[in-house]
């Protein structure tokens, strides 16, 4: 007598080999291990001041390591920064598409693209990697910053989905870190304060915090500046 399978009796791993296969409880299993990939990186935090958005990443150092190989914040356009979490070759691929992107937009409309419409084309290519057959979704999570008619702060993670912040965290550290913002976060603090209260997050939230483990940067109305060592050190 041959044995019929049903969704009950089929094992776990007949559901995660393919991603666009959902199991019988609704789930994409290529889609959550992209999720842990991303929980499991260095963390990356974002905040909303009055007039801009601050960035900050931890990154792995090592004595031997060219400190601008390991960027975790990167410019997109004048206005615009990502900080990113997660599989560093995928980030990348992600980030020069986002470049594109927004020259195109410039080059089309003669106009700097909106933060909003660049954090959607991101996201919608990362949901398109959800939906197709032999290939495996995008094991990042991106926290997008950026200045035009107000201040903006996406996230977009690994399923594609977008959400946009006045203050976020997102790795290993971000569950604390999230508690502390939700408790202490204020609308149209300085830049300074936004500066001072990041810094105080990453080092509760990591371990053994050093001036050059960690990426600092600020994005205003046309204006992306990254915080060298020397300045990192005077809110040290």
């Not at 990502?82 to 080059?107: P, S, T």
């Not at 909003?116 to 990042?140: C, D, E, W």
């Amino acid at each position: 007598m041959v044995e019929i399978e049903t969704p009950e009796t089929t094992p776990k791993m007949a559901y995660d080999r393919a991603i666009a296969v959902f199991s019988p409880e609704g789930r994409l299993y290529q889609v959550e291990y992209a999720y842990k990939a991303v929980e499991n990186a260095t963390t990356i935090l974002g905040i909303i001041y009055n007039g801009g958005v601050a960035l900050f990443a931890y990154k792995t150092t090592n004595r031997l390591l060219i400190p601008e190989s390991s960027e975790k914040i990167l410019k997109i356009d004048d206005h615009i920064a990502m900080a990113f979490c997660g599989f560093v070759a995928d980030a990348h691929i992600l980030i020069e598409y986002a470049r594109v992107k927004a020259q195109v937009n410039k080059i089309t409309f003669n106009e700097p693209i909106s933060v909003k419409s660049l954090a959607k084309m991101i996201s919608f290519r990362k949901q398109q990697y959800t939906q197709i057959g032999g290939i495996r979704p995008y094991g990042v999570s991106f926290l997008i910053a950026g200045v035009d008619e107000k201040e903006h702060l996406f996230e977009t993670d690994p399923s594609g989905a977008l959400r946009e912040w006045l203050a976020r965290a997102v790795g290993r550290g971000a569950k604390l870190a999230n508690q502390i913002l939700e408790k202490e976060y204020k609308e149209k603090m300085s830049k300074e304060e936004a500066i001072d209260f990041g810094i105080k997050i990453m080092k509760k939230c990591e371990k053994k915090v050093e001036i050059n483990s960690l990426d600092v940067a600020i994005v205003e109305k046309n204006k992306f500046k990254k915080f060298s060592e020397e300045e990192i050190k005077k809110y040290f």
